[in-house]
């Protein structure tokens, strides 16, 4: 059986804040891992996404050529609702 060695203070209690920094370092470490890989695979998903989006908007039939227009258009429309 081996023997560990356990990090202590000078009167020979364990040294508790130097294993809760150690983990808190080895979690943090752990995280910044795990978040870098996912990152690469959502900002492909998000790229993905935005093409879709802008093929829609420019595939799509019976776009006004005037926008601002089609806006005052609606508004108008929802003062005459309310």
Do not use: C, W
Not at 32 to 54: C, E, G, P, Q, Y
């Amino acid at each position: 059986m081996h023997a560990t060695a356990v990090r202590r203070h000078r009167d020979g209690s364990i040294d508790y804040d130097f294993y809760r920094a150690r983990a808190k370092a080895l979690h943090a470490q752990a995280m910044r891992d795990f978040f870098a890989k996912r990152s690469l695979s959502k900002m492909a998903v998000i790229a993905a996404a935005t093409l879709i989006a802008a093929a829609a908007i420019v595939i799509a039939p019976g776009r006004s050529k005037n926008v601002s227009n089609d806006i005052g258009e609606s508004l108008e429309a929802l003062s005459e609702i309310r």
